[in-house]
């Protein structure tokens, strides 16, 4: 074994999970050999040493070992790197930035205003407070890897099998798996205990399929090992799971990269300001200095230019609070909160799992509110990959409609034959239960006996308990539904099949397997019965089978309308025929198709034809139809996203026709949308590449009329729906195969020069994407977890949207770390989603409480909070700017330095605090009940840069009365206390700046608890607290330098003139606020009424609604969305859609088990399962031939 050798050379496959290394470049050959490609994989088995010499260049000397070992790390840090790579990713901040710059300065005693450390504390609060987060997140991960690397496992070392670990694992050990175990590595099946070395594996975890597929070792390690074993190949980071998981990137919130933006720009401001103001010192110092000559000795060692200099340090750090860092803490307290808000909710509980809803990252939470396209996994996401029989149409006949006696038994039926089943069937009709008692329909008979014959279904006995093991889980079905109705699959070997009918054991020989495959859309089975009867069963998709028919009578025309109706239902759907052969036609056919079974060239075409052949004149049964179970909620969940103006594109390995079924199903496709598939895409990216090379003219371009996501009802009226596949994706993306199609135009544009600097790539990149954005709905088919990231980034990219993708398997980790907001789905198929996510759901259905209720309220919360704590802090620290045109513009503060230091700590923060953690527009019943108003966060209504300039001029006038309201009456008069002083001054414009600000919050805060009558009473009380103790005489007799304001409030605001001039400020402050809103209040209602009267619509007008969203309710009410039926979109006869058939496995099943490749020798049953039977993907794409294993699906039998 240890000389058995395995390698792989050639150049790298793209869209292989299992990347080739490069050739060792210090030992050039290998033991004298000749010297390998470029790109190589050489494995030899159970030689540690040998894999151990190899090495490969990581950067610029430096090396590293070529075969990676098998432990993963998917975190970020380790107990070295967690410190500067978390400092290096959170000085990413400009905010971080600028904070460091500020304490510098402070640093320099001749332009410093406070001591360096008080503002060093904040900002190591805040980096701890940070960096604590990320460790606690971080610290998840290395749990996880810690579990998944610890698995057991049996490596071969010496002559026998050792527990270890999955970490132990190196390239080349041999493994021994048992049933049920997890596939720990990329592996090469060497052989199993299975006859011909077959084992069956689940992909479950990957891709949540739970039908099994095939492996089976190659003929010559099957011949030579007596064990049961297989190979690791790829390991750890080189294994395909791994490839295909991408890095784990940090993502920023749209607000966050806006804040990183407005923190530049009030810089810029700020230092603009302060030079300003520096310059102004400069000539003031001068004038003073000329005009008061005798004041020169105060002035002989400094000139108006350094005074200037100095100066504006002195603003810069004066000014330096307008960004404080206290609205970056309180930042993070809200997110945290929040986040428990989701953790907490039990609408989002699901008590069958016992799984509640996760926030895994609590900085994205107001992301979720801006979401414009969700980009969903199918199986395991929106279904549950569970395959139920509903309805059935026998000889003009349908079964399963819904008439009440469905799950009832007929009395005295005795109905035994069910007993050994294992699972209960949720259809059973009791008029088809009697009928096939009564055995007196021949047609129901065959019907019943094709479902229990014609399938490649392995039955294993489990005490009293038949264990069904299908290819699909629709074939499962089928057998489990004919089980229920009398027809039990008991056992079947390489050439019998053996079935139970109504009680009475029968055995047929089966003659020939015609094997299902994409293009021939079903499968027969040729049998002898007991009687020596030769008959073909055969199941398969309607369009195959009708055309097929001998005859079309009344039942046949009747089994087209049941068609349709299942069709409408969006069921999975089967028709169902069977036809006598005669001896010699058989004898003939057998002995060609003996021929054909022998060739070595064109065999799988010889076969076709014979199949074809043998596949006429067939006799109609029935029809069968399938349903896919949808998750509770799935079709009510995307019409309230799509009512939300949010986009779902659904992204799946399936084929198409089972992705469109479940589109109609889930209300993503309706009736009344154009379905663009690939003949149409290819035509209008066509017109759309002419019209941008100035080729033809502009109506050529795309959708006659450049589609446009931001205006879709300008350029097309019509609904439309996009369905692609991955292979055409890949040639539109990266070929231009589709347009190379058209060889006369593709000569004609190799010709001419493609106008502007976008190249062609580019350009077809942009072309589809706007294309498929100006669709309702798109369905991506057969892509790979590459792709998924690939559409992902290319709507990022080219349309700057918010994306959510969501995913419960492994091929989604990928597409879950591209997309700005991840969401796992908590399910049977493991926690390699949830692991990768930002959220984590049980069910698909909660993704309309956590966007349309949690994400909006967070959007809401953040907006306003970011809106008022800047309102503020300009309104009531810009007054430092008005006070240095009165000061002689020093960097004299106005404000006492308490204040300077406990506003935005404790005088305002609680109630803007209180704003961030419970502010509601709505309810969440009417966030629910009005998904329309979800619109606002998609169009940045309530935070954007005509938002903030508003809020800034509004602290700026707010600012201005404060001050020059307080300096009019201090001018003018002084009060009866004779207050006149600067520390009086300065207490009368912060109290009234102060109490502008807090009228303002209440104003405008909508949802008013006993928190947010709390936090605005605390504010003043505060205010009074710190106001007496720093201001008391004791205080400023212990350290007058530090409390130099003795008793200014209290001499200041005991004084009747002072409290009026804080009155006058504060309703002059609050004036223009009362009256915006209330011309709101009243605009709103006359809009209201006009739209009841003009349209005749009921107002409801709900007093918890905002004016501004009611227009956005009645204009719903105006044009409702048109009630989505589950029907067909063409009618059936045109052949042109059409219900999924009921097919989901590989090809290849048939030939296992007419070969015997499957079954045990001399069995009619298998009693104890293969030893390897691990779950995985299909084969490397570089490996066509090889039995490959991929690594984390667990086995089955």
Same mark, same amino acid.
């Not at 020169?296 to 002195?314: D, E, I, R, V």
């Not at 028919?549 to 069709?567: C, K, V």
């Not at 949207?801 to 770390?817: F, R």
């Given at each position: 074994?240890?000389?058995?050798?395995?390698?792989?050379?050639?150049?790298?496959?793209?869209?292989?999970?299992?990347?080739?290394?490069?050739?060792?470049?210090?030992?050039?050959?290998?033991?004298?050999?000749?010297?390998?490609?470029?790109?190589?994989?050489?494995?030899?088995?159970?030689?540690?040493?040998?894999?151990?010499?190899?090495?490969?260049?990581?950067?610029?000397?430096?090396?590293?070992?070529?075969?990676?070992?098998?432990?993963?790390?998917?975190?970020?840090?380790?107990?070295?790197?967690?410190?500067?790579?978390?400092?290096?990713?959170?000085?990413?901040?400009?905010?971080?930035?600028?904070?460091?710059?500020?304490?510098?300065?402070?640093?320099?005693?001749?332009?410093?205003?406070?001591?360096?450390?008080?503002?060093?504390?904040?900002?190591?609060?805040?980096?701890?407070?940070?960096?604590?987060?990320?460790?606690?997140?971080?610290?998840?991960?290395?749990?996880?890897?810690?579990?998944?690397?610890?698995?057991?496992?049996?490596?071969?070392?010496?002559?026998?099998?050792?527990?270890?670990?999955?970490?132990?694992?190196?390239?080349?050990?041999?493994?021994?798996?048992?049933?049920?175990?997890?596939?720990?590595?990329?592996?090469?099946?060497?052989?199993?205990?299975?006859?011909?070395?077959?084992?069956?594996?689940?992909?479950?975890?990957?891709?949540?399929?739970?039908?099994?597929?095939?492996?089976?070792?190659?003929?010559?390690?099957?011949?030579?090992?007596?064990?049961?074993?297989?190979?690791?190949?790829?390991?750890?980071?080189?294994?395909?799971?791994?490839?295909?998981?991408?890095?784990?990137?940090?993502?920023?919130?749209?607000?966050?990269?806006?804040?990183?933006?407005?923190?530049?720009?009030?810089?810029?401001?700020?230092?603009?300001?302060?030079?300003?103001?520096?310059?102004?010192?400069?000539?003031?110092?001068?004038?003073?200095?000329?005009?008061?000559?005798?004041?020169?000795?105060?002035?002989?060692?400094?000139?108006?230019?350094?005074?200037?200099?100095?100066?504006?340090?002195?603003?810069?750090?004066?000014?330096?609070?307008?960004?404080?860092?206290?609205?970056?803490?309180?930042?993070?307290?809200?997110?945290?909160?929040?986040?428990?808000?989701?953790?907490?909710?039990?609408?989002?509980?699901?008590?069958?799992?016992?799984?509640?809803?996760?926030?895994?990252?609590?900085?994205?939470?107001?992301?979720?509110?801006?979401?414009?396209?969700?980009?969903?996994?199918?199986?395991?996401?929106?279904?549950?990959?569970?395959?139920?029989?509903?309805?059935?149409?026998?000889?003009?006949?349908?079964?399963?409609?819904?008439?009440?006696?469905?799950?009832?038994?007929?009395?005295?039926?005795?109905?035994?034959?069910?007993?050994?089943?294992?699972?209960?069937?949720?259809?059973?009709?009791?008029?088809?239960?009697?009928?096939?008692?009564?055995?007196?329909?021949?047609?129901?008979?065959?019907?019943?006996?094709?479902?229990?014959?014609?399938?490649?279904?392995?039955?294993?006995?489990?005490?009293?308990?038949?264990?069904?093991?299908?290819?699909?889980?629709?074939?499962?079905?089928?057998?489990?539904?004919?089980?229920?109705?009398?027809?039990?699959?008991?056992?079947?070997?390489?050439?019998?099949?053996?079935?139970?009918?109504?009680?009475?054991?029968?055995?047929?020989?089966?003659?020939?397997?015609?094997?299902?495959?994409?293009?021939?859309?079903?499968?027969?089975?040729?049998?002898?019965?007991?009687?020596?009867?030769?008959?073909?069963?055969?199941?398969?998709?309607?369009?195959?089978?009708?055309?097929?028919?001998?005859?079309?009578?009344?039942?046949?025309?009747?089994?087209?309308?049941?068609?349709?109706?299942?069709?409408?239902?969006?069921?999975?759907?089967?028709?169902?025929?069977?036809?006598?052969?005669?001896?010699?036609?058989?004898?003939?056919?057998?002995?060609?198709?003996?021929?054909?079974?022998?060739?070595?060239?064109?065999?799988?075409?010889?076969?076709?034809?014979?199949?074809?052949?043998?596949?006429?004149?067939?006799?109609?049964?029935?029809?069968?139809?399938?349903?896919?179970?949808?998750?509770?909620?799935?079709?009510?969940?995307?019409?309230?996203?799509?009512?939300?103006?949010?986009?779902?594109?659904?992204?799946?390995?399936?084929?198409?026709?089972?992705?469109?079924?479940?589109?109609?199903?889930?209300?993503?496709?309706?009736?009344?949308?154009?379905?663009?598939?690939?003949?149409?895409?290819?035509?209008?990216?066509?017109?759309?590449?002419?019209?941008?090379?100035?080729?033809?003219?502009?109506?050529?371009?795309?959708?006659?009329?450049?589609?446009?996501?931001?205006?879709?009802?300008?350029?097309?009226?019509?609904?439309?729906?996009?369905?692609?596949?991955?292979?055409?994706?890949?040639?539109?993306?990266?070929?231009?195969?589709?347009?190379?199609?058209?060889?006369?135009?593709?000569?004609?544009?190799?010709?001419?020069?493609?106008?502007?600097?976008?190249?062609?790539?580019?350009?077809?990149?942009?072309?589809?994407?706007?294309?498929?954005?100006?669709?309702?709905?798109?369905?991506?088919?057969?892509?790979?977890?590459?792709?998924?990231?690939?559409?992902?980034?290319?709507?990022?990219?080219?349309?700057?949207?918010?994306?959510?993708?969501?995913?419960?398997?492994?091929?989604?980790?990928?597409?879950?770390?591209?997309?700005?907001?991840?969401?796992?789905?908590?399910?049977?198929?493991?926690?390699?989603?949830?692991?990768?996510?930002?959220?984590?759901?049980?069910?698909?259905?909660?993704?309309?409480?956590?966007?349309?209720?949690?994400?909006?309220?967070?959007?809401?919360?953040?907006?306003?909070?970011?809106?008022?704590?800047?309102?503020?802090?300009?309104?009531?620290?810009?007054?430092?700017?008005?006070?240095?045109?009165?000061?002689?513009?020093?960097?004299?503060?106005?404000?006492?330095?308490?204040?300077?230091?406990?506003?935005?700590?404790?005088?305002?923060?609680?109630?803007?605090?209180?704003?961030?953690?419970?502010?509601?527009?709505?309810?969440?019943?009417?966030?629910?009940?009005?998904?329309?108003?979800?619109?606002?966060?998609?169009?940045?209504?309530?935070?954007?840069?005509?938002?903030?300039?508003?809020?800034?001029?509004?602290?700026?006038?707010?600012?201005?009365?404060?001050?020059?309201?307080?300096?009019?009456?201090?001018?003018?008069?002084?009060?009866?206390?004779?207050?006149?002083?600067?520390?009086?001054?300065?207490?009368?414009?912060?109290?009234?700046?102060?109490?502008?600000?807090?009228?303002?919050?209440?104003?405008?805060?909508?949802?008013?608890?006993?928190?947010?009558?709390?936090?605005?009473?605390?504010?003043?009380?505060?205010?009074?607290?710190?106001?007496?103790?720093?201001?008391?005489?004791?205080?400023?007799?212990?350290?007058?330098?530090?409390?130099?304001?003795?008793?200014?409030?209290?001499?200041?605001?005991?004084?009747?003139?002072?409290?009026?001039?804080?009155?006058?400020?504060?309703?002059?402050?609050?004036?223009?606020?009362?009256?915006?809103?209330?011309?709101?209040?009243?605009?709103?209602?006359?809009?209201?009424?006009?739209?009841?009267?003009?349209?005749?619509?009921?107002?409801?007008?709900?007093?918890?609604?905002?004016?501004?969203?009611?227009?956005?309710?009645?204009?719903?009410?105006?044009?409702?969305?048109?009630?989505?039926?589950?029907?067909?979109?063409?009618?059936?006869?045109?052949?042109?859609?059409?219900?999924?058939?009921?097919?989901?496995?590989?090809?290849?099943?048939?030939?296992?088990?007419?070969?015997?490749?499957?079954?045990?020798?001399?069995?009619?049953?298998?009693?104890?399962?293969?030893?390897?039977?691990?779950?995985? $993907? !299909? *084969? +490397? &794409? @570089? %490996? =066509?031939? $090889? !039995? *490959? +294993? &991929? @690594? %984390? =699906?667990?086995?089955? *039998?």
């Amino acid at each position: 074994m240890g000389s058995w050798d395995w390698a792989k050379a050639g150049p790298k496959d793209p869209g292989s999970g299992a990347s080739m290394a490069e050739q060792d470049p210090a030992s050039g050959s290998l033991h004298g050999k000749k010297q390998l490609p470029a790109f190589t994989w050489e494995v030899r088995a159970n030689d540690r040493n040998y894999h151990v010499q190899f090495r490969k260049k990581l950067a610029f000397c430096l090396t590293k070992k070529k075969y990676a070992g098998n432990a993963i790390r998917t975190a970020k840090y380790n107990i070295f790197t967690f410190l500067p790579l978390n400092l290096y990713e959170q000085f990413h901040r400009t905010a971080n930035v600028y904070f460091v710059f500020v304490i510098l300065l402070q640093t320099f005693p001749e332009i410093s205003t406070v001591p360096w450390y008080t503002l060093l504390f904040p900002l190591s609060c805040l980096l701890t407070i940070r960096g604590l987060r990320d460790l606690i997140d971080d610290i998840g991960r290395h749990q996880s890897d810690r579990n998944i690397n610890s698995r057991p496992c049996e490596i071969l070392s010496g002559k026998s099998f050792r527990r270890q670990k999955w970490r132990d694992i190196c390239v080349g050990d041999i493994v021994r798996l048992r049933k049920e175990d997890f596939v720990p590595a990329d592996m090469l099946l060497l052989c199993s205990s299975e006859p011909s070395s077959l084992c069956y594996v689940e992909t479950a975890e990957i891709d949540g399929e739970t039908n099994l597929k095939f492996r089976q070792a190659l003929l010559a390690t099957h011949q030579e090992l007596v064990s049961e074993e297989s190979m690791a190949a790829f390991d750890g980071f080189d294994s395909k799971i791994m490839k295909n998981c991408g890095k784990i990137k940090r993502k920023k919130t749209k607000l966050e990269r806006m804040m990183d933006r407005l923190v530049i720009i009030i810089f810029l401001v700020l230092l603009v300001t302060s030079l300003c103001l520096a310059v102004a010192s400069g000539f003031w110092a001068r004038m003073f200095q000329e005009k008061h000559s005798y004041l020169s000795a105060l002035y002989k060692h400094t000139t108006p230019a350094q005074q200037a200099f100095f100066n504006f340090w002195g603003f810069t750090i004066l000014l330096s609070i307008i960004i404080p860092m206290s609205m970056y803490i309180t930042f993070e307290f809200i997110y945290l909160v929040n986040s428990f808000f989701i953790n907490w909710d039990l609408e989002m509980y699901y008590a069958v799992k016992d799984i509640p809803a996760k926030a895994r990252s609590t900085s994205l939470n107001d992301q979720l509110g801006q979401i414009e396209y969700i980009f969903s996994d199918k199986t395991g996401t929106l279904t549950q990959n569970v395959m139920s029989f509903k309805k059935c149409c026998i000889n003009g006949t349908i079964y399963g409609a819904g008439r009440g006696r469905e799950n009832k038994k007929p009395s005295g039926s005795a109905l035994t034959w069910s007993h050994r089943g294992e699972k209960k069937l949720d259809f059973c009709d009791a008029t088809l239960l009697e009928a096939a008692w009564r055995d007196s329909d021949p047609v129901l008979r065959e019907f019943l006996r094709l479902l229990a014959l014609c399938h490649t279904v392995m039955v294993e006995e489990k005490g009293d308990q038949l264990v069904y093991q299908a290819a699909s889980p629709d074939e499962e079905a089928l057998v489990l539904a004919a089980r229920n109705l009398g027809y039990v699959f008991l056992a079947r070997t390489q050439d019998t099949i053996t079935i139970s009918e109504l009680g009475v054991k029968r055995t047929y020989k089966v003659l020939a397997m015609l094997d299902f495959n994409s293009d021939r859309k079903r499968m027969s089975v040729l049998v002898r019965d007991p009687q020596g009867t030769i008959r073909l069963y055969t199941k398969g998709a309607d369009t195959v089978i009708l055309e097929r028919l001998q005859r079309r009578g009344p039942n046949e025309t009747f089994t087209e309308m049941a068609l349709d109706r299942f069709a409408e239902e969006t069921l999975r759907t089967l028709c169902l025929a069977s036809k006598e052969v005669s001896e010699v036609e058989y004898s003939v056919w057998s002995r060609r198709h003996q021929e054909a079974s022998v060739l070595l060239q064109d065999r799988v075409r010889e076969l076709d034809k014979l199949y074809e052949e043998m596949e006429q004149n067939l006799q109609l049964l029935g029809a069968t139809a399938i349903e896919d179970k949808l998750q509770d909620g799935v079709p009510e969940t995307i019409q309230l996203l799509k009512l939300g103006n949010i986009k779902v594109w659904v992204l799946t390995g399936d084929k198409q026709e089972t992705a469109m079924n479940i589109g109609y199903a889930c209300k993503l496709l309706t009736d009344d949308m154009e379905i663009l598939e690939e003949k149409e895409i290819s035509e209008i990216l066509k017109a759309y590449w002419v019209s941008n090379n100035n080729l033809s003219s502009s109506e050529e371009a795309l959708c006659s009329g450049h589609l446009s996501q931001q205006c879709p009802e300008a350029s097309c009226h019509k609904k439309r729906a996009l369905i692609i596949s991955g292979d055409f994706l890949d040639k539109i993306l990266h070929t231009g195969e589709v347009l190379k199609e058209k060889g006369r135009l593709w000569r004609w544009l190799a010709c001419c020069k493609a106008t502007g600097s976008q190249d062609r790539d580019s350009l077809v990149e942009k072309a589809f994407v706007d294309l498929a954005t100006s669709c309702q709905a798109v369905i991506c088919c057969r892509v790979t977890p590459k792709q998924k990231a690939l559409i992902v980034q290319l709507v990022k990219k080219h349309k700057k949207a918010i994306t959510l993708a969501i995913g419960d398997g492994a091929n989604d980790v990928n597409m879950i770390k591209t997309a700005d907001i991840g969401v796992g789905i908590s399910g049977l198929e493991g926690m390699q989603a949830v692991q990768c996510s930002d959220y984590a759901l049980a069910q698909f259905s909660y993704l309309q409480r956590l966007l349309l209720v949690h994400g909006r309220w967070a959007y809401l919360r953040i907006c306003k909070f970011l809106r008022y704590f800047f309102y503020k802090t300009f309104a009531g620290l810009l007054a430092q700017v008005w006070f240095a045109f009165h000061s002689g513009f020093t960097a004299q503060p106005l404000y006492e330095g308490w204040f300077l230091a406990l506003y935005n700590i404790f005088y305002t923060a609680y109630p803007v605090l209180s704003v961030g953690l419970l502010e509601q527009d709505v309810s969440a019943k009417k966030s629910l009940e009005f998904p329309e108003l979800y619109v606002i966060g998609q169009q940045d209504e309530l935070f954007n840069y005509r938002v903030f300039g508003v809020t800034v001029l509004h602290g700026v006038s707010t600012s201005l009365a404060s001050f020059y309201i307080a300096l009019w009456a201090f001018e003018d008069h002084i009060g009866s206390k004779a207050v006149g002083d600067y520390e009086s001054f300065a207490v009368t414009v912060a109290t009234s700046s102060l109490l502008s600000v807090l009228v303002e919050i209440i104003l405008d805060t909508k949802f008013w608890t006993a928190l947010s009558f709390l936090m605005v009473t605390a504010s003043l009380l505060l205010f009074c607290l710190f106001s007496f103790l720093t201001q008391s005489i004791d205080a400023f007799r212990i350290a007058p330098a530090i409390f130099c304001f003795p008793d200014a409030s209290l001499n200041a605001l005991t004084d009747p003139y002072v409290l009026l001039v804080v009155l006058l400020s504060l309703v002059v402050n609050t004036i223009p606020s009362l009256t915006i809103h209330l011309y709101r209040t009243i605009v709103g209602k006359a809009t209201t009424q006009q739209h009841v009267s003009v349209e005749g619509v009921p107002a409801h007008h709900s007093p918890d609604l905002p004016i501004s969203l009611q227009k956005i309710r009645l204009k719903a009410k105006q044009q409702p969305e048109p009630s989505v039926e589950l029907r067909a979109h063409v009618p059936r006869g045109s052949f042109h859609r059409h219900s999924s058939y009921a097919f989901s496995h590989q090809e290849g099943y048939a030939g296992l088990i007419t070969r015997g490749d499957s079954l045990r020798a001399g069995a009619t049953r298998s009693t104890t399962p293969g030893l390897l039977q691990p779950e995985t $993907t !299909p *084969a +490397l &794409s @570089s %490996l =066509p031939l $090889t !039995p *490959a +294993l &991929s @690594s %984390l =699906p667990n086995a089955s *039998a």
